[in-house]
């Protein structure tokens, strides 16, 4: 039996994505880059999101013509989170999603894409359980948002540039700011 090559190149390319799909989903997360740069510790569920569950995701609403009038502004962060009565959902189904079972104590329910920086507010491909021990951890990824947050609104980085640096490797960026 001969096949059309019109019909043979869609199959074949098809089957690979299937094969491609099967990998990720299989591979440990230690294995795959969760980022557009080199990392620090390619995969460390410490420091990574899974970037399956969580890629990141941001806000329509702001972009960099309004930070001024959006993310530079004090107490905007505030103002576009969501009530703790949805984030203590989203942290559970968080959690349930990265086979998590100890204490949610354990885990900030971060944004990957922090609000400060854009970030989607409730958006569950932006959220991820993140660990406070051991160090680094959430308290370190905090002093990168924080110090990102200052160079988009001072002017000397863009907010896309702040959003990439953070997704690909906000831990490169803390031990950039802290030798």
Do not use: F
Not at 3 to 32: D, F
Not at 100 to 127: A, K, M, V
Request: a negative charge; proline letters at 10%.
């Amino acid at each position: 039996m001969k096949m059309n090559r019109q019909i043979a190149l869609p199959i074949l390319l098809g089957l690979l994505s299937i094969v491609v799909a099967v990998w990720l989903l299989k591979t440990p997360a230690k294995y795959i880059n969760h980022g557009a740069a080199p990392q620090t510790h390619v995969g460390d569920p410490r420091l990574y999101p899974d970037p399956v569950l969580t890629p990141g995701a941001v806000d329509p609403v702001v972009s960099q013509d309004d930070i001024q009038s959006t993310i530079c502004v004090a107490g905007y962060a505030t103002s576009v989170r969501p009530p703790a009565s949805a984030m203590r959902l989203a942290k559970q189904r968080a959690l349930e999603a990265y086979g998590l079972n100890g204490s949610p104590r354990e885990y900030e329910l971060d944004h990957l894409i922090p609000l400060e920086l854009g970030g989607c507010p409730d958006c569950q491909t932006n959220l991820w359980p993140e660990p406070y021990a051991p160090a680094p951890g959430a308290h370190e990824k905090d002093v990168a948002e924080n110090y990102l947050h200052r160079e988009v609104c001072a002017g000397n980085m863009s907010l896309q540039e702040a959003q990439r640096r953070i997704v690909s490797d906000w831990y490169r960026v803390y031990l950039e700011i802290n030798p």
